[in-house]
C-alpha cells in the first residue's frame, strides 16, 4: 500500500448450479428418470464438452513440432501471431464472440483433435481442448492428479497482479486445478467421477481469470479502481454470445461422446428452439428449475408442445458459469447431467442459452 493513495478490497464469490432430467418413452426409463428427477431437485453449489464434425472433410492439419518451452499445444502457443495459427491449422471452422470482446477461432472438424485459440488484437490470448490428443509437459487427458501435481508447483492462494491491482485466486475447488506456469495461468480440469483425471486443459489470460468466475477472487488495489467486470454488451451482441456458448456446449458435447467411443449427436434445431425459450423463461421470471416457473410445463411437455416426437428425451440445464466450457464441465461433473451427455441411445441435442442460463435437450426421435 502506497501512502496517500486509497487502499480497497474486493470479493467475487461464484455459486453455480446445475440440475438434470430425462424421459424415455419406456415405463421402467420412466421410473427412472422420475429417481432422477427427484434426486436433481437439490441444488447444486458446484462447478463442473459442440458442431457436429463436418463429414467427408480432409483430417484436421497435423501439428507442427511444438517447443515445449512456450505455453500451448497442438502447435499453438500464447502469444503467437493468428497469421502463424493460420499457417499451421488453416482457416477456423468457425469464429465466435468471446464473452470480452475478443474472438474464438474454432476447430471442429476433427473431434480427435478439437480445439479453440482465443484472438486478441491479432495475437493467441487463450487456448482450450477437451480432445483426447493434446499434451503439455507430460499431462494429458486421463493423467492423474498426482501426475499435476507432481508436474507443476500448486498453490491454494494464486496472487497476480492485473492493471493497478494485486488479484488472489482460491485455488480450491474441486474439479479444477489452476498454475502459473512462469507467469501464464493454466487451468486443468479433472474428472471427478474418474479418479480426478484430467480431463481438459485451459491456458488462461490474466484478463479472463481476474474477470471471469472461474474461482472465488478477492483483489487490492491503490488508486483508481480497476475495471475487474466484463463490458456491457448491447443485446445483439449478447444474442450473438448466446449462440455461439449454445454451438460451443454442442461441440464439446460431441467431443466428450467421441471420447467415449459413442454416437456424436446430430443437431436438433426444434429441441434448441424449446432448450432457447427455457433459458430465456429462466431469465426473465427469475427461477432456476426444470419446471417452469410461468406455465408450469416440464422438459417433456415443452418438447411435446412444441411438436417433438421423441422415444428418449432428457435435459440439462446449469446457471452462474463462466461460458459454455464452464458449463459442459460442470455438468460431466455431476451424475445426472454426465448420464445424459454419456447416454449411448440419445441421437440428437439441442442447445438454448441466454445469459448465463444454459439449457441442453437430447431428443431420440
Not at 43 to 52: C, T, V
Not at 107 to 112: A, E, P, Q, T, W
Not at 200 to 205: C, D, E, G, K, Q
Amino acid at each position: 500500500m502506497f501512502p496517500g493513495k486509497p487502499f480497497r478490497v474486493a470479493v467475487f464469490v461464484f455459486a453455480i448450479l446445475c440440475l438434470p432430467t430425462f424421459c424415455s418413452a419406456d415405463t421402467s426409463l420412466k421410473d427412472q428418470a422420475k429417481n432422477l428427477w427427484e434426486e436433481g431437485q437439490q441444488f447444486i453449489e458446484e462447478l463442473a464438452l459442440p458442431n457436429q464434425p463436418i463429414p467427408d472433410q480432409p483430417p484436421a492439419p497435423t501439428p507442427s513440432p511444438f517447443n515445449t518451452d512456450k505455453q500451448g499445444i497442438y502447435g499453438i502457443a500464447i502469444g503467437q501471431s493468428a497469421q502463424q495459427l493460420q499457417e499451421t491449422w488453416g482457416n477456423p471452422q468457425r469464429i465466435d464472440p468471446h464473452p470480452l470482446g475478443y474472438v474464438w477461432w474454432i476447430y471442429n472438424k476433427d473431434l480427435d483433435h478439437y480445439v479453440q485459440a482465443a484472438i486478441k488484437d491479432g495475437k493467441v490470448t487463450e487456448i482450450y481442448s477437451n480432445a483426447p490428443t493434446w499434451s503439455f509437459r507430460g499431462i494429458q487427458i486421463n493423467s492423474s492428479k498426482k501426475d499435476l501435481l507432481d508436474s507443476f508447483p500448486y498453490q491454494k492462494t494464486i496472487t497476480f497482479s492485473y492493471q493497478n491491482a494485486q488479484v488472489k485466486v482460491d485455488n480450491t475447488v474441486d474439479g479444477k486445478l489452476l498454475f502459473l506456469v512462469g507467469t501464464q495461468p493454466v487451468l486443468f480440469y479433472l474428472d471427478l467421477h474418474q479418479e480426478q483425471r484430467v480431463t481438459a486443459i485451459r491456458f488462461l489470460s490474466r484478463e479472463a481469470l481476474a474477470k471471469g468466475s472461474f474461482f472465488n477472487r478477492n483483489f487490492t488495489y491503490t488508486g483508481q479502481k480497476p475495471s475487474l467486470t466484463k463490458a456491457s454488451l448491447n443485446q445483439e451482441q449478447q444474442d450473438k454470445l448466446d449462440q455461439s456458448m449454445a454451438k460451443q456446449i454442442f461441440d464439446l458435447t460431441n467431443v466428450i461422446r467421441n471420447r467415449y467411443d459413442l454416437s456424436v449427436l446430430k443437431w436438433n434445431e426444434e429441441a434448441a428452439q424449446v432448450a432457447h425459450s427455457h433459458s430465456v423463461d429462466m431469465v426473465s421470471h427469475q427461477f432456476f428449475d426444470h419446471v417452469s416457473k410461468t406455465t408450469g410445463m416440464d422438459p417433456f411437455e415443452r418438447m411435446e408442445a412444441a411438436g417433438l416426437h421423441y422415444k428418449t428425451a432428457g435435459e440439462n440445464i446449469a446457471y452462474g458459469q463462466n461460458d459454455g466450457i464452464e458449463a459442459i464441465e460442470g455438468w460431466m461433473n455431476s451424475e445426472g447431467h454426465r448420464k445424459n451427455i454419456l447416454y449411448a441411445s440419445f441421437s440428437t441435442l439441442g442447445v438454448g442459452v441466454k445469459d448465463n442460463y444454459y439449457t441442453q435437450n437430447f431428443v431420440t426421435p
